[in-house]
């Protein structure tokens, strides 16, 4: 608190702790839906605000993201990589939130496979994603 | 202290002033987040070209239109509330009280944005 007097002591936090793979999945669940809410709502209503505005809007919207023959550019792949594996990450570790809910997965080895789950899925999710839409 | 019951003087006074409703909301547009997520993910997996008439003619239909403008509600909702949480749990002088203002304009702003291009686009003159 803005409120505490700065000579007191204060108790050991997350600097005292071994990194595990349950502090990483729970940073990036916060990190992932940062920029899920922010970069990732910005770009579906520019997407649908330029579809709305017609052909010319949607052109516009469409260049930024992908070469004259309809394949994705720099941007495309940095932007449209980085946003699914957020998502898939924050998906996961979304629904693995919802069962901790439950009060279930908190003994060490379960919690521990549970967080690297997330990880797992959401690396295969959208290498998996991105190379049905190249395939096709 | 006043005359009502013990139960009486302390009902609503937990520390939020609002037990757990704003934990719950996050949990229920959690889970509708999801399930409207994946239909996002499958839709755009299921088209087959991404030119203006595809995919203008695609939000045209009342099956893509209704769950969009759902989609825009449920996780807008869902974001909000997560981004109060990270506001507040980094900001604790007045500039926390400016942050959850531009939070609310913004997702009230951009949400508006979202729902008034996909009616225009639903309503509108197909190509």
């Known amino acids: 608190m803005a409120s505490r007097t700065p000579a007191r002591p204060i108790s050991p936090h997350i600097q005292v702790y071994k990194w595990g793979p349950h502090m990483l999945v729970s940073i990036l669940h916060r990190a992932t839906g940062g920029v899920l809410s922010t970069v990732g709502?910005?770009?579906l209503v520019w997407f649908l605000a330029a579809l709305a505005g017609g052909e010319g809007s949607y052109a516009t919207f469409r260049d930024v993201f992908t070469h004259d023959d309809g394949r994705l550019n720099v941007i495309g792949y940095v932007v449209g990589i980085g946003i699914t594996l957020a998502l898939?990450?924050?998906?996961?570790?979304?629904?693995?939130?919802?069962?901790?809910?439950?009060?279930?997965?908190?003994?060490?080895?379960?919690?521990?496979?549970?967080?690297?789950?997330?990880?797992?899925?959401?690396?295969?999710a959208t290498?998996?994603?991105?190379?049905?839409l190249g395939m096709k | 202290m006043g005359t009502g019951t013990s139960l009486g003087r302390v009902r609503g006074l937990g520390s939020a002033k609002e037990g757990t409703h704003h934990w719950w909301r996050q949990r229920i547009t959690a889970g509708s987040s999801l399930f409207l997520m994946l239909w996002l993910v499958a839709s755009i997996l299921n088209r087959s070209s991404f030119d203006y008439v595809s995919l203008h003619g695609w939000l045209q239909s009342a099956w893509v239109a209704i769950p969009m403008a759902?989609?825009?509600?449920?996780?807008?909702?869902?974001?909000r509330l997560g981004l109060q949480v990270v506001i507040e749990d980094y900001q604790h002088d007045e500039t926390r009280i400016v942050a959850l203002v531009l939070l609310n304009f913004f997702t009230v702003g951009l949400g508006a944005v979202a729902i008034f291009a996909i009616l225009k686009i639903a309503f509108g003159a197909s190509h």
């Open chain 1, 127 to 132: 290498a998996a994603f991105w190379l049905y």
């Open chain 1, 41 to 43: 709502s910005v770009l």
């Open chain 1, 88 to 124: 898939f990450q924050h998906m996961a570790s979304g629904v693995r939130h919802l069962v901790l809910d439950t009060g279930a997965g908190f003994e060490l080895k379960r919690n521990k496979t549970g967080a690297l789950a997330t990880l797992l899925f959401s690396v295969v």
């Open chain 2, 70 to 79: 759902l989609l825009v509600l449920s996780v807008f909702y869902h974001f």
